[in-house]
Nanobody, 126 residues
Framework: QVQLVESGGGLVQAGGSLRLSCAASGRTFSRNPMAWFRQAPGKEREFVARISWSGGLTAYADSVKGRFTISRDSAKNTVYLQMNSLKPEDTAVYYC???????????????????WGQGTQVTVSS
């Protein structure tokens, strides 16, 4: 059974940091582009960051650029999202996702990703 399991969410004060992890099981995703999305209550799921299969290419939403960093450890089949200088508007459920592509980088639309985790809640208090 293929699974993506996020962890590392929680409650943090504005200006604080969290590191999210997304561990894959059931198959290797070492050649799949990966991404993080988030969804706040009453809002659509939005793109946060993406990373190529090699880890050499990354891209970020404007709202998190300079504060968040996506990375991956293919040996551990895990993708990370380091979040610094958190703001109350970063509050959301964060999801990791894997593209069905086996090379390159995927886009920013949720429809381009096939595998999804169950999400982890991030709450930033002011």
């Amino acid at each position: 059974q293929v699974q993506l399991v996020e962890s590392g969410g929680g409650l943090v004060q504005a200006g604080g940091s969290l590191r999210l992890s997304c561990a894959a099981s059931g198959r290797t995703f070492s050649r799949n582009p990966m991404a993080w999305f988030r969804q706040a209550p009453g809002k659509e799921r939005e793109f946060v960051a993406r990373i190529s299969w090699s880890g050499g290419l990354t891209a970020y939403a404007d709202s998190v650029k300079g504060r968040f960093t996506i990375s991956r450890d293919s040996a551990k089949n895990t993708v990370y999202l380091q979040m610094n200088s958190l703001k109350p508007e970063d509050t959301a459920v964060y999801y990791c996702a894997a593209s069905p592509r086996l090379t390159g980088v995927a886009g920013t639309a949720p429809s381009e990703y096939f595998y999804w985790g169950q999400g982890t809640q991030v709450t930033v208090s002011s």
